[in-house]
């Protein structure tokens, strides 16, 4: 089992900046892939960015690509996403999740978080 607490939402304004964690519990190799979601209101869950936790090779989303960063700190087994340049289009829940092979999609992910909020203003 994997368990996985998001922090780091809140609200923010247009062009601003937020940092979510992901801490990891129970980490094995069943959570060899680390990847944000989004569920904005109304919407599909979608793909935001993945990272290996062996190698940091990352991947992102083109809707965030150049304002977000996903990066690890593998003693502290936690994932991080940077979010600059906010948009209100943004405006989400956010999930981490656990996959055993490199995914972009919801369904090859096995363990999530809580979620937490992230609220753009405009």
């Known amino acids: 089992q994997v368990q996985l607490v998001e922090s780091g939402g809140g609200l923010v304004q247009t062009g601003g900046s937020l940092r979510l964690s992901c801490a990891a519990a129970g980490r094995t190799f069943s959570s060899t892939v680390m990847g944000w979601f989004r569920q904005p209101p109304g919407k599909e869950r979608e793909f935001v960015a993945a990272?290996?936790?062996?190698?940091?090779?990352?991947v992102y989303a083109d809707s965030v690509r150049g304002r977000f960063t996903i990066s690890r700190d593998n003693a502290k087994n936690t994932v991080y996403l940077q979010m600059n340049s906010l948009k209100p289009e943004d405006t989400a829940v956010y999930y981490c999740?656990?996959?055993?092979?490199?995914?972009?999609?919801?369904?090859?992910?096995?363990?999530w978080g809580q979620g937490t909020q992230v609220t753009v203003s405009s």
């Open positions: 990272i290996r936790w062996s190698s940091g090779i990352t």
């Open positions: 999740a656990a996959a055993s092979t490199w995914a972009t999609l919801p369904e090859e992910y096995v363990y």
